[in-house]
Nanobody, 122 residues
Framework: VQLQASGGGLVQAGGSLRLSCAAS????????MGWFRQAPEKEREFVAF???????TYGDSVKGRFTISRDNAKNTAYLQMDSLNPADTAVYYC?????????????????WGPGTQVTVSS
């Protein structure tokens, strides 16, 4: 499975971005899709995951502001990010898991994309 995240960029505080994660090489609908992020000099942090039929779970720091979704017909997962603030600045990674409920543990995800930079200016 190959994953490619896109949609990152520079945005002002309070703005929005939508990230996309295009998957290939596997049966997309069979995987749980997740998003993580890593800020400079910090550990990789769980953002959200979405199970095969659409149920989602969010990290506390993004709950109520970010929305994860997926389009199984397009083999793509999305992360809609609203009300962005400078603390959201990070490289965002998409990941996929064969587990039905992988949770927030990095080791539960089997495949990772290269990441896309999101920078929020104050």
């Amino acid at each position: 499975v190959q994953l490619q995240a896109s949609g990152g960029g520079l945005v002002q505080a309070g703005g929005s971005l939508r990230l996309s994660c295009a998957a290939s090489g596997g049966t997309f609908r069979d995987y749980t899709m997740g998003w993580f992020r890593q800020a400079p000099e910090k550990e990789r942090e769980f953002v959200a995951f979405i199970i095969r039929h659409g149920g989602a779970t969010y990290g506390d720091s993004v709950k109520g502001r970010f929305t994860i979704s997926r389009d199984n017909a397009k083999n793509t997962a999305y992360l809609q990010m609203d009300s962005l603030n400078p603390a959201d600045t990070a490289v965002y990674y998409c990941a996929s898991s064969r587990s039905i409920w992988p949770g927030s543990r990095i080791s539960n995800y089997d495949y990772w994309g290269p990441g896309t930079q999101v920078t929020v200016s104050s």
